[in-house]
């Protein structure tokens, strides 16, 4: 079965540095991957998706992930940290189960300080 | 107004009544998903449809019902609700749902719901 796994439930960094958000999934075949945003109060939103193509994976607001399959991984990145980041980001990975087609991580938050 | 709008966005309940929260897209996506959101667990998928008149079970399925008689439309029932039924209901739809490719899934604002 497929599983994904975020290793910090929350995240703090300070605006202008370097965001890393960890993600890593079990499969047992290849997956689609991706990560969401969910601002307070808010619906998700789609941040990027890696669905085997290239293995870096640029999307909106700066953020890009790269998919390592050696390492199955799919960490998620931004170079400089802004407040409007602060959110929860939840990574996402297919599955071939018919009841869960994608298996959500529980989520890590992040704080931007100013 | 074109997206994916949840009705009502807060509801409080007792145990043992029956609720309904809406779920209505404009964009004629043939999927449509009902996901709940507890703190812990992320998010866990409920019921979800490919078309009008198809439904399947979703991860946590048991006291929630779900039709589809229209494909813009997709209303979740707590036939009894229950205290553990407390949570953050959303509803999400997709060009695509169980296999690839896997397009993006668009995500109502959610419903909170309270069950005393």
């Known amino acids: 079965a497929q599983s994904v796994t975020q290793l910090d439930s929350h995240v703090s960094v300070s605006e202008g540095t370097p965001v890393l958000l960890r993600c890593n999934y079990s499969?047992?075949?290849?997956?689609?991957l991706f990560w969401y945003v969910q601002h307070p109060n808010k619906g998700l939103q789609l941040l990027l998706k890696y669905t085997s193509a290239a293995t870096l994976v640029k999307g909106i607001n700066g953020f890009e992930a790269e998919f390592k399959k050696s390492e199955t991984s799919f960490h998620l990145t931004k170079p400089s940290a802004h407040m409007s980041d602060a959110a929860e980001y939840f990574c996402v990975v297919t599955s071939d189960s018919g009841n869960t087609p994608l298996v959500f991580g529980k989520g890590t938050r992040l704080s931007v300080i100013a | 107004d074109a997206g994916i709008t949840q009705s009502p966005r807060y509801k409080i309940t007792e145990t043992g009544r029956q609720v309904t929260l809406m779920c209505h897209q404009t964009?004629?996506?043939?999927?449509m998903f009902w996901y709940r959101q507890d703190l812990g667990h992320g998010l866990r998928l409920i019921y979800y449809?490919?078309?009008?008149?198809?439904?399947d079970k979703g991860e946590v399925s048991d006291g929630y019902v779900v039709s589809r008689s229209k494909t813009e439309n997709f209303p979740l029932t707590l036939e009894s609700a229950t205290r553990s039924q407390t949570s953050v209901y959303f509803c999400?739809?997709?060009?695509?749902?169980?296999?690839?490719?896997?397009?993006?899934?668009?995500f109502g604002p959610g419903t909170r719901l309270t069950v005393l």
């Open positions: 449809s490919a078309a009008a008149d198809i439904t």
């Open positions: 999400a739809s997709s060009e695509t749902g169980t296999g690839p490719p896997y397009n993006e899934q668009f």
């Open positions: 499969s047992s075949y290849s997956p689609s």
């Open positions: 964009w004629s996506h043939s999927y």
